[in-house]
Every structure is written in structure tokens, then in C-alpha cells.
Nanobody
Framework: QVQLVESGGGLVQPGGSLRLSCECSGSIFRIDDMGWYRQAPGKQRELVAKITAGGSTKYVDSAKDRFTISRHNGKNTVYLEMNSLRLEDTAVYYC???????????????WGQGTQVTVSS
């Protein structure tokens, strides 16, 4: 099966930076889109950033100009560079990957376990 393992979360001061990583492994034929969602307690989950296999990116407005999503296709890994972090960025961040597990298979979304990002002074 497909597994996504996230790392890089932690505690950071406002204005600081973190780099999240998410490695996808298992039965992978091809990965299309990859990205990151986040969810804070009492708030709705939101898409933070996504990146296509070709490298096209999209960001939620609040993350635009502060966050950068990238990927290393050879490693099946997606990254999220987060700069100028704010208190409201505090959340559990979940990576996802749109995976074809074999030739001719339709893509399915797989999710990481989540990594906590806490922005606090």
C-alpha cells in the first residue's frame, strides 16, 4: 500500500521558518498532484499549497508570498518551506499525494499522519 510520512514540524517563534517534508512510499506507479492541508483546533481544514507533477503551484491567499511548495520526483517527496510564520499558522499539517498505484489505475489520494506546527512567542 501507499504510505506518506511527514517530518519537520515543531515549535517556532513568530517570524520564524520551518521546512516540512513528506515522503511517499509503497505501491507507486506515478504521482500526480501533491500538497499540504492544515487544520487547527476548532477550525476547518484548508488547502495550503499544491504542486503538480510538472511543477505548477497554487497557494491559499494567506500563505502566498510566505510559503513555497516544491517536490523531488525521484524521491517521491514534497516539501513546504514556511517563512514569516504567524500565530494563525499554528495547525496540524497533512501532506497528500495523488497516486496511481499501477499502470492504468485511476489516481487516489493518500494522506500523511500529520505534523504539528506551533507558532508561539
Amino acid at each position: 500500500q501507499v504510505q506518506l510520512v511527514e517530518s519537520g514540524g515543531g515549535l517556532v517563534q513568530p517570524g520564524g521558518s520551518l521546512r516540512l517534508s513528506c515522503e511517499c512510499s509503497g505501491s507507486i506507479f506515478r504521482i500526480d498532484d501533491m500538497g499540504w492541508y492544515r487544520q487547527a483546533p476548532g477550525k476547518q481544514r484548508e488547502l495550503v499549497a499544491k504542486i503538480t507533477a510538472g511543477g505548477s503551484t497554487k497557494y491559499v491567499d494567506s500563505a502566498k508570498d510566505r510559503f513555497t511548495i516544491s517536490r523531488h520526483n525521484g524521491k517521491n517527496t514534497v516539501y513546504l518551506e514556511m517563512n514569516s510564520l504567524r500565530l494563525e499558522d499554528t495547525a496540524v499539517y497533512y501532506c497528500y499525494a495523488e497516486v496511481h498505484i499501477r499502470l492504468f489505475a485511476s489516481p487516489q489520494d493518500y494522506w500523511g499522519q500529520g505534523t504539528q506546527v506551533t507558532v508561539s512567542s
